[in-house]
Every structure is written in structure tokens, then in C-alpha cells.
């Protein structure tokens, strides 16, 4: 039993706007690129589209480690390649990440765009790469992963069957984006994606972790930056597509590489699907 995968996505900065590409260099910590740098309010601590949904409408550029920042009204940033100054400490739900401001220019950018958050500038932080941030105990029992500054776990899997099928209960259907995922995938029954143990390619062997519990971000357009449809995919999810005891709405799959190993997945890639006994 084989899927295919029909979208990838990096989100350079986390909650602003991701790119699709057409392959991807694969990392034990993720998609390469993908949630490498964060926004922070005047205390240190992450905001994302939660607090300001107006941030899905910055566009994101990411090549060879370069980053450009865009708005259809305020232009561009390019976040310059200059070296940082001494890590610091940020805050990431209960994790307490290592990570380089960016310069005063783009926080002057970034707050010009999205204004002033709790009575402070918003600025942007990079990753310490050479630091680790493993993946929580609720998914894995020892600190066998790592990853940046995605939520919870190094890679996001949905798939398009699952999603039709959702949209033909939801009083608006919505697109993928609205779930912010790494992986897509084709050619797959609805909502088997559950009972999957694993995916495989030549190069590389994915665990599956655990559903993603979704959250209200779910609700707001990622193209217009607004909340569109208050309540949903949420409430939808949850009478209709329970998952496991909780009644609480999940919908795609967290996942790892336990082997830690290093490779590539392009659009139109098959995994092999192992399925859990």
C-alpha cells in the first residue's frame, strides 16, 4: 500500500505564511527551512496567529538559508546575513528555546505591518541550531527527537482524502492550507491515516507519533489573515471524527524519524504505508 505525496510545505518563520516547493531536503529536525525562525512580544514569548491573525497575510522567501519578508502594502525585508549577537533565551509554550534576535530593522517592519502587541515592538528570533529542543514527552516517552520551533514534532502529515471528506460536512469548505501541514499526501482511504505505523521511502522511514489535536488557528483564511469561519473546522471535527477517547478535534498525523537519518522527498514521491498492528 503506497501514498503519494502531493504537497510540501516549509513555514520559514512560524505562523507567517509557508511556502510550497516542489522537493525538500529532509533533516531529523524537519523540512529544511521549515519553522527556523519565530515572532516574539516584548517579554521573549512566541506569538503566532492565535494572538495576530493578520500574520498569515506576510508573505515568506526562503533560499539557501536566506530570508525575505513581504506584504502587498508594506514591501520587503530581506533579513540580512550578518552574524548574530550572543544567544538568548525564548519561550515557546513551556519550552524554553536558545535563539538570535534579528536586527532592529525588522522588528520596526514587522511591528509597521502587524503594530505594536501587549504595548510592545514584535521581533524576530532565530533557531540555535546548535542547540536541541526535543520533542515533548506527550508524544514520545524518551527524548528520542528533536526539533525547531514547530508546535510539537519535526513533521505534519495530511492527507486530500481525509480533507474531502471532511469539507462534505463542513457548512464551508476549506482548502489544506488552513491546516498548515508539511506533508501531503494522495491515493490514500479517508482517515486511515490513524492507524498508520509508519511511512517509508528509499531514504528515508517516518514513525507516526500521534494525531494533531487542532486548534482555533484552523478557523482563520491564511490568505486574507482573518477569522472566516468561527468555530469550525473544530466543532465539525469533533461530532464527526472522533479520535481515540478525548473528545477532542484532531486531524492529520505528527511523526519523526527515528533513525535520524538525512534525505529527500519531491512531489510525486511514493511511501510505502505500514500499518499499525
Given amino acids: 500500500m503506497q501514498a503519494i505525496v502531493s504537497g510540501l510545505f516549509i513555514y520559514p518563520v512560524k505562523s507567517l505564511a509557508g511556502v510550497s516547493v516542489k522537493e525538500s531536503k ?14 516574539v512580544d516584548g517579554n521573549g514569548k512566541f506569538v503566532t496567529q492565535r494572538q495576530i491573525p493578520a500574520m498569515a497575510t506576510i508573505q515568506t522567501q526562503y533560499n539557501e538559508g536566506k530570508l525575505v519578508l513581504s506584504h502587498p502594502e508594506f ?16 519561550q515557546i509554550w513551556k519550552d524554553t528555546v536558545s535563539g538570535f534576535e534579528e536586527s532592529p530593522e525588522v522588528s520596526e517592519w514587522l511591528t509597521s505591518v502587524l503594530g505594536e502587541f ?23 516517552s524518551q527524548q528520542e527527537s528533536s526539533l525547531k520551533l514547530a508546535d ?7 492527507c486530500e482524502a481525509s480533507l474531502e471528506d471532511l469539507n462534505k460536512q463542513l457548512p464551508t469548505s476549506m482548502p489544506m492550507d488552513r491546516f498548515r501541514a ?12 490513524y492507524q498508520w505505523k509508519s511511512l517509508h521511502s528509499e531514504q528515508l522511514n517516518f514513525a507516526m507519533i500521534g494525531a494533531c489535536q487542532r ?3 484552523t478557523s482563520i483564511d491564511q490568505k486574507k489573515g482573518i477569522v472566516a469561519t468561527p468555530g469550525q473546522p473544530l466543532q465539525t471535527l469533533m ?12 486531524f492529520g498525523q505528527h511523526a519523526h524519524l527515528p533513525n535520524k537519518e538525512t534525505g529527500k522527498l519531491a512531489i510525486n514521491d511514493a511511501l510505502t504505508i505500514e500499518m499499525a498492528e
Fill in 26 to 39: 529532509v533533516t531529523p529536525m524537519g523540512l529544511e527551512g521549515d519553522r527556523q525562525w519565530m515572532i
Fill in 75 to 90: 514591501g520587503e525585508i530581506k533579513v540580512k546575513d550578518t552574524p548574530h549577537t550572543a544567544a538568548q533565551q525564548w
Fill in 118 to 140: 501587549r504595548g510592545a515592538q514584535l521581533r524576530l528570533v532565530k533557531f540555535d541550531n546548535a542547540s536541541e529542543r526535543p520533542v515533548g514527552t506527550k508524544y514520545l
Fill in 152 to 158: 510539537a514534532c519535526p513533521f505534519l502529515i495530511t
Fill in 182 to 193: 508539511n506533508i501531503v499526501l494522495t491515493g490514500t482511504s479517508k482517515w486511515q491515516e
Fill in 215 to 217: 486548534c482555533p488557528m
Fill in 239 to 250: 461530532e464527526k471524527y472522533p479520535v481515540g477517547e478525548k473528545n477532542l478535534p484532531y
